[in-house]
């Protein structure tokens, strides 16, 4: 079966600190994986996606096939990285099936 | 439009009566996507749309949700007989490319 596990419903960070939401998921076929955002009263929207490995707003993510997981990783949090985060994992159709999402607080 | 509308941004109701939701995706997406976004329950996938045809509509709850797309644009999520656990953000989103989705703000429906 297909899902998506993010342990952290919670995430306080101080700004300047390293921050780093986990993500599992389990799939029988090759992974799509993708972080969405949503900061307070936006719509959601993309993160980044694991097959283009750049980095967005200074944060990355790898995808470790043998450890089924795709973590959100950025060296030094700043306010604005304030949001819900959801890492999502796409069938063949391009539906996306989200975790249950990570609030991250940045507190100066 | 620059992204996806929907409609109406927020809807109060009374139980048992029926509520249309609509979304106009950007031009030229192929693919549309309701999504229902709740308190405890995250983001849960409603149905796919790829052109006006819908070859995935297994999250829909209950036989009181429908939906319909089109002419390849415009979608409709109607839900009928209204109950309180139907309250929740609705949300549309349209894509080209697989998994990049393009959200709407979402209708937030209320039922009494």
């Known amino acids: 079966a297909q899902r998506v596990t993010q342990p952290e419903k919670l995430l306080s960070v101080f700004k300047g600190a390293p921050v780093e939401l986990k993500c599992n998921y389990s799939?029988?076929?090759?992974?799509?994986l993708f972080w969405y955002v949503q900061y307070s009263r936006q719509r959601l929207q993309l993160l980044l996606r694991?097959?283009s490995r750049e980095s967005i707003k200074g944060f990355t993510a790898d995808l470790n096939k043998g450890e089924t997981s795709f973590h959100l990783k950025k060296p030094f949090a700043q306010e604005e990285d304030s949001a819900m985060y959801y890492c999502?994992?796409?069938?063949?159709?391009?539906?996306?099936?989200f975790g249950a999402g990570t609030q991250v607080v940045v507190t100066p | 439009g620059a992204g996806v509308s929907q409609s109406p941004s927020n809807k109060v109701t009374e139980k048992g009566k029926d509520v249309e939701l609509r979304c106009d995706p950007i031009?030229?997406?192929?693919?549309l996507y309701w999504y229902r976004q709740s308190l405890g329950q995250g983001l849960e996938f409603l149905i796919y749309?790829?052109?006006?045809?819908?070859?995935?509509k297994s999250g829909l709850p209950s036989d009181r949700f429908s939906a319909e797309r089109t002419g390849g644009s415009v979608s409709t999520l109607t839900i009928q007989r209204t109950q309180q656990e139907d309250s929740a953000v609705y949300l549309c989103?349209?894509?080209?490319?697989?998994?990049?989705?393009?959200f709407g703000e979402g209708s937030r429906l209320t039922v009494l």
């Open positions: 799939y029988s076929g090759s992974p799509e």
């Open positions: 989103a349209s894509s080209l490319l697989l998994g990049e989705l393009f």
């Open positions: 031009s030229g997406h192929t693919a």
């Open positions: 999502a994992l796409s069938d063949s159709w391009g539906k996306l099936q």
């Open positions: 749309f790829q052109g006006n045809s819908a070859p995935d």
């Open positions: 694991h097959i």
